[in-house]
């Protein structure tokens, strides 16, 4: 499976970014789909996720109501809204893709990584 991110930017607070991840190859294997961001000098978090099938999504409490997990089936995309932006969202983005877990908030569940996109939010 390779996964493909792009979306990143630099916004103002409030302002929202549209992430992207396309999956190709062997993505019938794929059962669940997660997002993970990386600030300087912190550890690498996780963000949202969602089942492959697009059913399911999780996200970490600072992000509800403020960012969106979503599939299209048709494309193997699977993308991260993010309105309200603040300046603590800053990071490099993730995407990664797990053949076993569904929800999985740790980076050890995950087989597959995009290379990372950077969201800066200025204030």
């Known amino acids: 499976v390779q996964l493909q991110a792009s979306g990143g930017g630099l916004v103002q607070t409030g302002g929202s970014l549209r992430l992207s991840c396309a999956a190709s190859g062997r993505t019938f294997s794929i059962k669940g789909m997660g997002w993970f961001r990386q600030a300087p000098g912190k550890e690498r978090e996780f963000v949202a996720g969602n089942s492959w099938s697009g059913n399911y999504t999780y996200y970490v409490d600072s992000v509800k109501g403020r960012f969106t997990a979503a599939r299209d089936n048709a494309k193997n995309t699977v993308y991260l809204q993010m309105n309200s932006l603040k300046p603590e969202d800053t990071a490099v983005y993730y995407c990664?893709?797990?053949?076993?877990?569904?929800?999985?908030?740790?980076?050890?569940?995950?087989?597959?990584w995009g290379r990372g996109t950077q969201v800066t939010v200025s204030s």
């Open positions: 990664a893709a797990s053949r076993v877990y569904i929800g999985a908030r740790y980076s050890g569940a995950y087989n597959y």
